[in-house]
């Protein structure tokens, strides 16, 4: 199944923000939850889940970005990534808000 370059830079944006608090808790050294430790993932496993997530982001938004031609502007891609960014950030905030997993 193929997917058009407006869904993937959509998921590009919310892996890409995923990424960002794993990074910080992996620099900060803080625990924080992944689906590959649990909740008590530690800075190491941040770093690396942090790290699949940008480079999972990264390899959509080229992807994404080789469907028009060079020199092109992103046009409703651009709107899609930042979508996918705002999606994911919202969610996590009403999940954290209502279901605290990584703060007490």
């Known amino acids: 199944m193929r997917f058009s370059p407006t869904a993937r830079a959509f ?10 608090p794993h990074l910080a808790t992996a620099v ?12 008590t993932s530690g800075p190491g496993v941040n770093l690396v889940w942090g790290l699949a ?26 709107v899609a ?4 960014c705002l999606v994911f950030a919202a969610w996590m905030a009403a999940s954290e808000r209502f279901f605290p997993m990584n703060h007490e």
Do not use: Q
């Not at 998921?11 to 960002?20: F, H, K």
């Not at 080789?66 to 651009?78: F, Q, S, T, V």
């Not at 990534?81 to 996918?84: A, L, P, R, S």
């Open 11 to 20: 998921v590009a944006g919310m892996l890409v923000a995923n990424s960002a």
């Open 53 to 78: 997530n940008l480079a999972g982001g990264l390899a959509l938004v080229r992807s994404s970005a080789r469907a028009g031609k060079p020199g092109d502007a992103w046009d409703g891609r651009l």
């Open 28 to 39: 900060t050294g803080h625990r924080h939850l992944t689906p590959v430790a649990g909740k």
């Open 81 to 84: 990534f930042e979508g996918g």
